[in-house]
């Protein structure tokens, strides 16, 4: 009986743990009237608002809206009331860009949200930010300073991450002097031979990374990288410190000085991964790609950019696109630096022209795959697409309407299937 009982609440705790709390009974859908979500200078976008519950129209619900361009609505109201559960907003653009509507729906004491983001002439949008005379020699001069320290890698195997196809290890190597080291989670084939290899770069955050052994597996070398110079196997709890302390918004830190400013031991430390992959006897010396999302998009063009053994990119929603829209009033960027913090100083200025996704963009010169959502407030697609259109390189742009600040499935597996395709491992 006892044994019995045992597996009894055995079962239960599987259960709870695999009964997933899944979305929001209540919905908030706005619709633009063209199934494309572009428009002409010009045009009117009408955007119907419905409330939803149970796949029914939800009567008599109020409402707040905002409605203008993205980070700028010129129209608020609050207390609408939907005696239909319905609700029609009309507007338009006479300049490139992306006009927002978002809504806030009251039901049963909770709130709601949704959005729609329709895009205006987003081919026509170019980046506000200017490019410093000494922009590409400045970079050149920093990685060539740092590559004059020696890696000093240290491989450690991790057993219990291991597969039958891979070996995975925790790596770490110097980035510059004074710069520490980063870690990483390194992947390679156990089968003798030479192979492909993608570099992960990560977003914004702090946290421990497992390594892919997903994309390819048994076919290509991977390295997923962190980039706060600490090891990246911790618990979890471990992380969750720093940023809440002594890495809590560590994008703003130094951003008086471009030698000192944060991003600049990052984007030296994404580069020396590359020196360590391409240090690899596995390595094959001609297929490299870097991929990532959000922060790690950014870091994903500025590393293509900055290193001709970079083959490829993929970027998913980049940030760090296009600071100085700020002062146009269009949407920059995350971290949306001058936006919450005000006027900067002449320095900050400088500095962050150094550090925008956008003036690395014009220096790519190997294909890039690159895919956002117009719903996304956390990297607005003004911002993106005014960096994607400073590119001369071969690319390719496959928008998902709908997605904010994360992926769909389909959008997931046709970027696996295109870094496959360029690893030529499909």
Known sequence: MKKISILFITLLCVWAASAQIRGDEIRVVVSPNHADWVYRLNEKSTFTIQIWKAQNLLSNVTVDYELGPEMYPVETRKGVLLKDGTLKLGASMKTPGFLRCKVKAYVGGRTYEGLATTAYAPELLQ?????????????????????????????????????????????????????????????????????????????????????????????????????????????????????????????????????????????????????????????????????????GGALSVITAALDSRVT???????????HEAYFQKRACGWPHYFFYDGTPSEKELETVRYYDTANFARMLTVPGWFSWGYNDEVCPPTSMHAAYNAITAPKELHPYLETGHYWYQEQWEEWLQWLRQQLGVE
Request: glycine share 10%; aromatic share 12%.
């Open 127 to 295: 980046p506000i930010t200017k490019l410093p005379t000494d922009f590409s020699t400045y970079w050149t001069r920093t990685l060539e300073s740092a590559r004059n320290t020696p890696l000093n890698p240290v491989m450690t195997l991790l057993p219990q991450r291991c597969t039958e196809t891979d070996n995975v290890y925790h790596v770490s190597f110097q980035t510059k002097n004074g710069g520490g080291r980063f870690y990483g989670i390194l992947s390679i084939p156990k089968k003798e031979g030479t192979y492909p290899a993608l570099l992960r770069v990560p977003g914004a955050g702090v946290r421990p990374y497992g390594g892919d052994t997903y994309t390819a597996p048994g076919k290509i070398i991977t390295l997923e990288i962190g980039i706060h110079g600490i090891p990246v196997t911790m618990d979890q709890m471990f992380y969750d410190a720093l940023a809440s302390g002594a890495l809590s918004n560590y994008w703003t830190f130094c951003r008086h000085s471009r030698d000192a400013f944060y991003y600049n031991r990052v984007i030296v430390g994404a580069l020396r991964a590359v020196d360590f992959i391409c240090s690899l006897s596995q390595y094959n010396g001609t297929s490299l790609g870097v991929t990532g999302s959000s922060q």
């Open 312 to 322: 490829f990119l993929a970027a998913v929603h980049p940030a760090l696109c296009d």
